[in-house]
């Protein structure tokens, strides 16, 4: 059974950082893109970063350059660094499986999400 499961979520000031971690079971890891997404209170779930399998990364305009996602292949595990935290970065932080089709990435496993508060 492919699983991910998400760590390191927490309360922290604004101008901080945390580290979240993704462990991956299962054979998706070795073979597709992983991905960090956060929902907000109402609001959508949206893209932070994203990783290739060969190590590319992409990250929304919003964390670009405070953010920076990582993979460890031989731990089979994904990490996003959060630097340089912001009030409206407060979300849950889920870890995702992406399976990709013409240059186009879509999230087919969820993990089960690790809540970032930031207090200002």
């Known amino acids: 059974q492919v699983q991910l499961v998400e760590s390191g979520g927490g309360l922290v000031q604004a101008g901080g950082s945390l580290r979240l971690s993704c462990a991956a079971s299962?054979?998706?890891?070795?073979?597709?893109?992983m991905g960090w997404y956060r929902q907000a209170p109402g609001k959508q779930r949206e893209l932070v970063a994203r990783?290739?399998?060969?190590?590319?990364?992409n990250y929304a305009d919003s964390v670009q350059g405070r953010f920076i996602i990582s993979r460890d292949n031989a731990k089979t595990a994904v990490y996003l660094q959060i630097n340089s935290l912001k009030p409206e970065d407060t979300a849950v932080y889920y870890c995702?499986?992406?399976?990709?089709?013409?240059?186009?990435?879509?999230?087919?496993?969820w993990g089960q999400g690790t809540q970032v508060t930031v207090s200002s």
């Open positions: 990783i290739t399998n060969g190590g590319i990364t």
């Open positions: 299962g054979s998706i890891f070795s073979t597709n893109a």
């Open positions: 995702a499986g992406l399976s990709s089709s013409w240059g186009t990435y879509s999230p087919i496993l």
